[in-house]
């Protein structure tokens, strides 16, 4: 008996999870294999495929946390070079869209370089502003949360 490889196990296990509707059970698997620090860009595409097929919303939440939780070590792995399947306009606007502008601005970037009439790697490139607006929008929204967290906290004496 050959030896398989860990994700694939994992993934495997996770997809019959899936297809016998026990949700619960295959995300757990894809947290394990994530922790595990196990291959990112397989992980990724299921990630990504399951996120397509699910309706759930804190199911969802999961699943978008992993595909975050991914991200990051890929981005810690290679420099924020995403592997050629994963350089697309679809993932540079799923970047902008959790709040990402530079790394989506660098894989817009990567998509435009092979193909520069790619109009919607332009529009998520375009949409996304300056640096310097990306920096100054993060510095606000981290002072709106402690601003809130700092009003529940405060909330939360009064009531006690």
Do not use: Y
């Not at 993934?11 to 698997?29: F, K, Q, S």
């Not at 990051?72 to 709040?99: C, H, N, S, V, Y």
């Not at 332009?122 to 949409?127: E, M, P, Q």
């Amino acid at each position: 008996m050959s030896k398989k490889d860990p994700t694939q196990l994992r993934i495997e296990i996770a997809r019959g999870h899936w297809a016998l509707g026990e949700i619960e059970e295959a995300v757990v698997c894809l947290e394990r294999a994530v922790s595990a620090a196990l291959d990112p860009n397989t992980l990724m595409l299921v990630v990504g495929t399951l996120l397509d097929d699910v309706a759930s919303e804190p199911v969802n939440e999961r699943l978008i946390a992993l595909r975050d939780c991914i991200l990051e070590r890929m981005e810690i792995k290679a420099g924020f070079q995403l592997p050629e399947p994963l350089a697309t306009p679809t993932m540079a606007q799923l970047l902008a869209d959790q709040g990402h502008p530079e790394k989506a601005r660098a894989v817009a970037n990567v998509v435009l370089e092979k193909d520069p009439d790619n109009e919607r790697a332009r529009a998520v490139r375009d949409s996304l502003g300056s640096p310097l607006e990306d920096r100054r929008a993060r510095t606000i929204l981290k002072l709106e949360r402690l601003l809130a967290a700092a009003q529940r906290r405060s909330q939360r004496e009064a009531i006690a």
